[in-house]
């Protein structure tokens, strides 16, 4: 029995079984109610009601305290000898990585096709809303974040949850919080070895094998598949072996360098077709407000922008908490400004440059694809650059491999810490755990497993309701955390000693 045949008939096994579970669970997270002749996502207006409210409680905070989260990351506020295993920008990069993704490159794409140019500015909305809901979540993360005796550290929601929820409300809350820390931890794992490793392994390699010949090129083959599988497992292994430091070092040089091609690229196609480039702002203002051939008019071109925002920026999720918990600092507060650039990042620049290029060069694809006709997202991205740069897909294979490469990493250190939560932090347990994360790295250029991968992005959203209740649950903290930092910053911007000792404490955040 050949290769393609073993893995075609576990594809068609896995699908068999799961299939009925992933739709009833699809149907019930992302659960639609008709507004306005359109479907309105429950999940996304729960995100979205989330950035709302914790930028009104915060007080723009997003926008107020921006050159100071530069400044941040900039190491302006650095400490000696604060706790953690990496400095702010890498920290900042390994959350990144799990963001920025293909979602940024084909998502964008069918979000303007279904949404037309008006979901640009919704888009770039919801981001702005959701780095609020970042800095919460990520100050919450370090505040009740672990520092184990190796000085490693272990934080995110499966920690704060129970941690916070106890100090706030005592027996009753710290029950609570055990038990959405343990469904948190779970879905986290899940979603990491499908959607964060599986998926984004077989996307990538889809996209190699176009570009060098398709299915009669070198890498179209069962053994070429198999060979990729295996160099990017080998790849994925060795780094996770070193923990998020060596996670963390990976991708503070990935992240600038695919961020820097994409943009780079984007700007090409924006400076050759620049006068038409106040056209394309006028259509996506006036297609925000106004859209033509957009089911539900304006709440269908929002609906679909806050959609990709949200599935994008992953704010409120639970997830970036991980990642930026492991950040050398003694003010939980400084982490969470380093986390609003997250969402800005991600939406308000990669996810706006690829939709701004899609809409000046205007591909034949587009118009296909706005027509009804099914093209995928990618395709429709690529013909954007190709307009201009004809040999741009193989640029864009180095992105989206770039792009890969960094999320399977930074997905599995939170797989990661979410197994050791679970299972215990024994070097057997961490060993087993780096084991199955590695054979999913090589399944995923052989299988597709898409229902699964359904399956997993029901359940990351699944986490949004768990996380978000606790958040807000525990906003009061994360004011006082707030207020903690910036009397620091004033004294330190004032050149007063700031007691840059080992024993300095956060504010008390008992309410």
Known sequence: MSLDSVTQSVDEAVSGFFEPIAKWLGEVVFYTVPVGGTDLPLIVAWLVVAGLVFTGWFGLVQLRKFKLAVDVVRGKYDEKGSTGEVNHFQALTAAVSGTV?????????????????????????????????????VTLGVKYREVHADGTVSGGPMHYLPKGLAERFGKNGKTLGKVLAVLASFLILFFGLFGGNLFQVNQSYAQLVSVTGGEDGALGSSAGALFFGILIAALVGVVLLGGIRSIANVTSRLVPAMAGIYVVACLIVILVNITAVPDAIASIVEGAFNPEGVAGGVLGALIIGFKRAAFSNEAGLGSAPIAHSAVKTKHPASEGLVALLEPFIDTVVVCTMTALTIVIANPASWGEARAGEDIGGVTITSDAFETVLPWFPYILTVAVLLFAVSTVLTWGYYGLKSWTYLFGRSRASEVTYKIVYTVFAVAGSLLTLQTLIDMADAFLFTLAVINIIGLYLLAPVVKRELGSFLEFVRARNAGQDTGDDEDRESAKTTV
Not at 107 to 119: E, M, R, T, W, Y
């Open 101 to 137: 993704g293909l979602g940024n490159i084909a998502g964008v794409a069918v979000a303007v096709s279904i949404g037309g140019p008006g979901a640009t500015f919704w888009m770039i909305l919801c981001g702005l809303l959701g780095m609020a809901t970042k800095f919460v979540e």
